[in-house]
Each structure stands twice: as structure tokens, then as C-alpha cells.
């Protein structure tokens, strides 16, 4: 049968051993006190968001580009400066020597400048000794790209992120999960030592077995387990693993009824055994109990004067911009280190530009105008359409990616939302604007498009604009790279749908509700219509077109287009009679910062719970 192990671990990192007790600040968590029953305890209770509770997930989330080092300092910045926010005096290089101590004593050092990565998707076909490629290896020298960390190094680090905070308890789900049984060892002893060295009780040791339905049928020492399951006579066979042996005690055989039945009745008495043995246990141990426990409230600050109120708002200005700095700095880190993926979207804007202007081989110099008139849209839409769709994917993937750490980072409140998000759309969006830029200038050098190049590729690159703020949006209320994928792809095709300009004309009758708002959300709607309103207004066909009669030749002959005078009776015809280029790029960019604004509210309400 497969084996299935989960492992739960609670150990407490900043406690403190006095008169027989385990205090956190005010918190009693185990006394041993027998003599006085009465005592009364002031409880103050822990918070994650205070940075009291460490969550070490089962899963190691990072920002793959970044090094150790780097993460780590990041991580630090955010702790020290939530400690200085009333100070004056700010250590500018705290930070880094807290990153410095937490690297030392989780023994990545040596590891330090190595890029985090993500073996599962990073090659290294140079030996690990980074590209071939001079110049680059010289811009990013200082760090050096490998094939990422090792599984047990990943967690090492996750170990070193949740340390930073100085946690008062340390909570692990699954810590050795995807890890060989050699560096799972090494991460329970690394756990086990840090609890060790403070002088702090764990339960490290702790078994707990749970039979389905939550029967609990064991909770206690893991030495004690086979003696315990002994006296109920159910004897561990020498050559049987523990393990897998309570595994199959608790194991309900659903394909046989007359064996599922003896199996639940097995379940039932182990479950029942297991409480009434806590009972006598809880009995034994009541004088020890503390009988009343008194919530003690956080003290009221009493009131400020103004000239303490403007410097408190003062240096609240200056924690919010270091923040946004930081942030800012790692979303750049992020995204300009790609260097394959950047080159890939670089030279696939480029080979893009190059193939539709090859397929509408109208569109040239000395050609035909009134040929091309239906090329020219066709062009133009597809090309809106490419780089939007481009845009979006990779949105969707780096932001799900970067999710699960910015939830961590948020549930110990290191930023706002905003904060955030605008860090991101600063880093990231001139890097997607570029490539826009890239496809509008090589598709208009080797085209006889009409429009300039300025407004073409404006165009493009608010569309693009648009494209990656609906993929913030749409980012920011999923939790994970598929679900992202599974609603966004879906979204921009329906989107697409309603955006394109029909070329058989415009239809008389008006669409139904739902489908003016899907065109009123479809960034590929206003971005196709302003392309097409600056290439065809006030557009003279050329004599060259005309025949001897002053009548227009090569016309399409059938739909929309056919038998047009000029460029405006062209936009007439497609319904674009009355569009301005300005007003539809001024709608392009509201509906960026409407999606913007949801990205933001998603951030907010879709995201972590605080404990």
C-alpha cells in the first residue's frame, strides 16, 4: 500500500524557562506550579500579524531570480523597519547584518549568492557556470546563476524567512515534504537544535495518529507509541515498520464490507481507548491547572501633541517610500534577470512583426491601396491581438507565482496592497511597454502602414498597458497559476471575440446589455478601433488607384469596404464614423486604471486571513 506521512510540528523559538513556567510576555502556556490552583494569568494572545507566530508552509515559495542573500535582506528590511517606524534614528544596515546571522545559522553562506531558481524549470547547459554570453555574465556577475537550491537549501531558507520576525511560537506543516529521507533528517535536527539552543520545549517528538472522520487514536511521545498499542494488543511486529504499521491500524478496507466493518470497529475502540486514557490523565494532573485565566487588554496610548502627531505622520511618509522602494527594487530584480524569457518575448515580437508583414505583403510601397484596405485592418487587429495575449500569459504566470510569498509577507503586514501593486506596475510595465514598442516599430519599417509610428505604437503599448493591468486583476482574486490560466485565457478570447471589428459592416440592430459591457471591458475593442481610426482618417486614395474615368479600382467587392470613396467612408462603414483617436486612447487608459483599481480591491479582499 502507498505510505502516507504527514508531519506536524510545533516548536516555540523565544520563550523563557522562570519558576517552572513557559512565559510569553504575558502569556502562560504551561506551568507547574502545584500549590496555588487560584492563580490568576494575564494572557496576552499571540498574533501572526505581529510577527509573534511563525508559519513554516509546506511548500517553499521564493522570488526565483533573487539570491538567498537578497531575500532574506528584504525580508529583514521589512522587520526592522516595522520595529523603527516611531525612531528617529534608522540603521540603515541592520537589516543586512540580521540577513547576515539568519544565513550563518541555517549554514547558507555558501550559498548565499546563488541564485534561488527553480530546478524544475531552470536549465544551466554551461555547467553551471552561467550563458556563454560576455556581456551578460558581466552586467549580472554578482550573482551567480546555478541550477537553483537544493530541496534541503530551499527549505533551509524557508526556515530563515520565518526566523527573521524573531517568532515567539514557530509553526511547520509538513517540513519535510518533497525532501529524501537524508535532508529531511537535517531539517528536523535544524529545528530541533534552534529550540535546543533558546532552551525551549518542542514537540519534535510528539506522534499524533488520526483515523478518518478526526477519530483521534494517539497523541503523545513517538518512543511510547508501540508500548501504548501494545496494552490495547495490537503488537508492532519486528519486521514491520512503526510507521506503516499505525498506518494500517487506522486503515478502513472500503472494497470489502465484512472486512470495512471490522475495520471501523478497530477504529471506534482505539478512538474510545485513547480518550478515557486522557481523562485519567487530565485527573491526575488537575491540581496542576491554572483554574482562571483573565484577558489583560493592550494599553490605550494616551493622547499626542501636534507637533508629535506631524512627526510620527512624517515618518510614516518615509517607512511607506523605503517600502515602496524595496519592493520596487525586488519586482525589478524579478523581472529584468530573466534574461532567456526576455530575449524569447524580445525576439518573438520582433520574428512576429516580420511574419504579418509577410503574410499582408499588399501593405508595401508602390502597391495598390485600395487592395490592401482589408489587409491593412486584418493587420492591424492581429496585431493587437498578439501582443495583448502575450501580455496576459505572462502576467498571469508571474504574478500566481509571486502570490503565495506575497500572502506570507502580507499576513505579517510588511506592505499594503497598494504598495504592492504599485511597485509592480512601476517595474514591470516600461519592460512590457518596450516589446510593444519593438513590435509597432519593425511591423511599421517594413509595412506602407499609414498611421505614425508614434501613435502606432502608443496604441500597442496601451494596450499592453491594459493587458497586464486585467492580468493583475485577474491574479489577484486566484491562488494559483492554472486557476489564473483557467479564467484569464477564456476571459481575452471572449474579449477578443467582441473587440473585433466585423468587416461585412456594421449591423443595424443594438447589442443586448451583456454584450455592450463585454465590449465596454474588452481592451482589444478600443485598442483595434483606435489603430484603425489613425490608419484610415481623412486617408486619400492615390490617382495611381483610380481608373480613366476617376472611378476606384481593386476595391474588395464584397462586404463593408466595397465600393468606398475614401478612408473616412472606410471607418463609416465600420461603424467608426464619429470615433476620435484621442477619446478612444483615453478610454483605452480608464479602463487600465479601472482594472488597476480591481486588482488593488482583489489584493484587499481576496487576500490572507490574519491569525
Known amino acids: 500500500m502507498a505510505l502516507s506521512q504527514k508531519y506536524h510540528i510545533m516548536a516555540d523559538f523565544d520563550g523563557k524557562i522562570s519558576d517552572g513556567s513557559v512565559w510569553y510576555d504575558e502569556l502562560i502556556l504551561q506551568s507547574d506550579d502545584t500549590a496555588n490552583s487560584n492563580s490568576t494569568v494575564h494572557a496576552r494572545p499571540l498574533s501572526q500579524k505581529d510577527g509573534d507566530i511563525a508559519m513554516l508552509w509546506q511548500h517553499d515559495n521564493f522570488f526565483e531570480m533573487l539570491t538567498p542573500r537578497e531575500s532574506l535582506e528584504i525580508a529583514a528590511f521589512f522587520e526592522v523597519l516595522k520595529n523603527q517606524k516611531h525612531n528617529n534614528a534608522i540603521n540603515r544596515d541592520e537589516h543586512k547584518e540580521l540577513a547576515e546571522k539568519k544565513l550563518a545559522l541555517l549554514g547558507l553562506s555558501s550559498v548565499a549568492d546563488n541564485r534561488i531558481g527553480d530546478r524544475s524549470r531552470m536549465g544551466d547547459s554551461n555547467g553551471g557556470k552561467g550563458w556563454n554570453m560576455p556581456l551578460i555574465n558581466k552586467v549580472f556577475s554578482k550573482v551567480r546563476r546555478k541550477g537553483g537550491l537544493s530541496g534541503g537549501e530551499r527549505r533551509r531558507l524557508s526556515v530563515a524567512h520565518e526566523l527573521v520576525s524573531e517568532?515567539?511560537?514557530?509553526?511547520?506543516?509538513?517540513?519535510?515534504?518533497?525532501?529524501?529521507?537524508?535532508?529531511?533528517?537535517?531539517?528536523?535536527?535544524?529545528?530541533?537544535?534552534?529550540?535546543?539552543?533558546?532552551?525551549?520545549?518542542?514537540?519534535?517528538d510528539s506522534f499524533i495518529l488520526l483515523a478518518p472522520g478526526g477519530k483521534m487514536c494517539y497523541s503523545g511521545k513517538r518512543e511510547e507509541a508501540v508500548s501504548y498499542f501494545k496494552k490495547l494488543g495490537f503488537e508492532c511486529p519486528h519486521d514491520v515498520n512503526p510507521s506503516e504499521y499505525f498506518i494500517d491500524l487506522v486503515t478502513v478496507d472500503t472494497e470489502d464490507e465484512e472486512q470495512s466493518t471490522l475495520d471501523r470497529n478497530r477504529i471506534d475502540f482505539l478512538h474510545k481507548s485513547f480518550m478515557e486514557s486522557q481523562k485519567l490523565a487530565n485527573a491526575d494532573n488537575t491540581s496542576g491547572y491554572i483554574s482562571q485565566v483573565e484577558y489583560k487588554p493592550p494599553r490605550k496610548r494616551n493622547g499626542l501633541s501636534i507637533p508629535s502627531i506631524i512627526h510620527?505622520?512624517?515618518?510614516?511618509?518615509?517607512?511607506?517610500?523605503?517600502?515602496?522602494?524595496?519592493?520596487?527594487?525586488?519586482?525589478?530584480?524579478?523581472?529584468?534577470?530573466?534574461?532567456?524569457?526576455?530575449?524569447i518575448r524580445l525576439l518573438a515580437s520582433v520574428i512576429q512583426a516580420v511574419l504579418f508583414s509577410t503574410i499582408f505583403d499588399s501593405i508595401r510601397e508602390g502597391k495598390s491601396v485600395t487592395k490592401s484596405i482589408a489587409d491593412r485592418v486584418a493587420l492591424l487587429t492581429y496585431g493587437v491581438i498578439n501582443m495583448s495575449m502575450m501580455s496576459l500569459m505572462k502576467t498571469l504566470d508571474l504574478f500566481a507565482r509571486e502570490r503565495a510569498v506575497v500572502n506570507r509577507e502580507q499576513m505579517r503586514t510588511d506592505y499594503s496592497s497598494l504598495e504592492y501593486l504599485l511597485a509592480k506596475v512601476v517595474a514591470e510595465m516600461p519592460l512590457d511597454a518596450m516589446f510593444s514598442w519593438v513590435f509597432a516599430m519593425v511591423l511599421k519599417h517594413l509595412t506602407a502602414l499609414r498611421t505614425s509610428l508614434v501613435d502606432l505604437a502608443k496604441t500597442y503599448v496601451l494596450m499592453t498597458v491594459s493587458s497586464v493591468s486585467l492580468g493583475f486583476a485577474i491574479g489577484s482574486v486566484t491562488s494559483s497559476v492554472e486557476s489564473a490560466m483557467s479564467v484569464g485565457v477564456p476571459l481575452m478570447v471572449i474579449f477578443m471575440i467582441v473587440g473585433v471589428i466585423n468587416p461585412s459592416g456594421v449591423s443595424e440592430g443594438?447589442?443586448?446589455?451583456?454584450?455592450?459591457?463585454?465590449?465596454?471591458?474588452?481592451?482589444?475593442?478600443?485598442?483595434?478601433?483606435?489603430?484603425?481610426?489613425?490608419?484610415?482618417?481623412?486617408?486619400?486614395f492615390p490617382q495611381s488607384d483610380r481608373g480613366n474615368l476617376g472611378n476606384l479600382k481593386n476595391l474588395p467587392k464584397m462586404g463593408g469596404l466595397?465600393?468606398?470613396k475614401?478612408?473616412?467612408?472606410?471607418?463609416?462603414?465600420?461603424?467608426?464614423?464619429?470615433?476620435?483617436?484621442?477619446?478612444?486612447?483615453?478610454k483605452l487608459g480608464f479602463l487600465s486604471g479601472f482594472y488597476l483599481v480591481l486588482s488593488w480591491l482583489g489584493l484587499i479582499f481576496a487576500g490572507p486571513k490574519f491569525i
Open 312 to 343: 510620527r505622520k512624517y515618518n510614516s511618509f518615509k517607512c511607506t517610500r523605503r517600502r515602496f522602494c524595496a519592493l520596487l527594487q525586488r519586482s525589478w530584480r524579478q523581472n529584468s534577470r530573466n534574461v532567456p524569457l526576455n530575449l
Open 562 to 564: 466595397a465600393l468606398v
Open 566 to 586: 475614401d478612408g473616412n467612408e472606410v471607418l463609416r462603414n465600420l461603424g467608426l464614423e464619429k470615433a476620435s483617436y484621442s477619446d478612444l486612447m483615453n
Open 167 to 204: 517568532p515567539k511560537a514557530f509553526l511547520a506543516d509538513e517540513p519535510t515534504t518533497g525532501l529524501d529521507s537524508s535532508q529531511a533528517e537535517r531539517v528536523v535536527k535544524l529545528i530541533a537544535r534552534l529550540g535546543r539552543e533558546r532552551s525551549i520545549p518542542s514537540a519534535l
Open 510 to 540: 443594438r447589442p443586448n446589455q451583456i454584450m455592450a459591457c463585454l465590449k465596454t471591458l474588452s481592451p482589444i475593442r478600443w485598442a483595434i478601433e483606435a489603430v484603425v481610426t489613425a490608419e484610415f482618417r481623412d486617408m486619400i
